[in-house]
């Protein structure tokens, strides 16, 4: 089954599956970009597509402003649906490898990582990741200045562009890093939005 749930991005809404459909998270603002997933390729036929984010039991679509939802989430929803009952392949063997998303070289890059910077990511696991996940969107660690104490970050899915992603930031991520890690963080930026 396949049901779909508002964000608080109204751009964007999420399609829940009852089944796995990946094992790492994917985002795709391009058709170019979804190369690696005959699924988002797909998806981006139509139209009002602007960018598709798959973690591992939904998809969150954003539109473009030239269609409302009640338009076409019937449509969407049956697409995906079909998709996933025909066993179609959501992204080609190679994606994850392709991308330095296999749990090897994600665990290289982590051990390369400074101790802070370390905990961030754990922080960021543990208790952002499953929030922004329940909306229909992720983040993720991008980089750590010991000088300036900047933590920056990537929103991805609904939380990119989501009017309230910058309260979210700043008082949620923000303080609770302050919190916890005290004067190694002074403020938290997306690159992204």
Not at 91 to 96: G, I, L, S
Request: charged share 30%; proline share 3%.
């Amino acid at each position: 089954t396949i049901y779909s749930e508002s964000t608080p991005n109204p751009s964007v809404l999420k399609f829940v599956s009852n089944k796995k459909l990946v094992d790492v998270i994917f985002e795709f603002n391009s058709i170019e970009e979804a190369k690696i997933s005959p699924f988002a390729t797909a998806l981006f036929k139509f139209p009002f597509i602007k960018s598709i984010f798959i973690d591992k039991n939904y998809v969150s679509i954003t539109k473009f402003d030239v269609v409302e939802w009640g338009e076409i989430t019937l449509e969407l929803r049956t697409f995906i649906k079909s998709y996933i009952e025909d066993k179609k392949e959501i992204v080609k063997e190679n994606a994850v490898k392709k991308l330095g998303k296999t749990t090897n070289q994600l665990d290289k890059a982590f051990e390369k990582l400074d101790d802070t910077s370390k905990e961030i990511i754990n922080i960021l696991e543990q208790h952002i990741r499953p929030a922004v996940a329940s909306d229909g969107g992720n983040i993720e660690f991008e980089s750590y200045n010991s000088d300036t104490k900047l933590v920056r970050v990537v929103l991805q899915g609904a939380c990119s562009g989501c009017p309230s992603s910058t309260f979210t930031l700043k008082n949620g991520i923000e303080n609770m890093l302050k919190e916890i890690l005290g004067d190694r963080v002074s403020k938290v930026e997306a690159v992204n939005g």
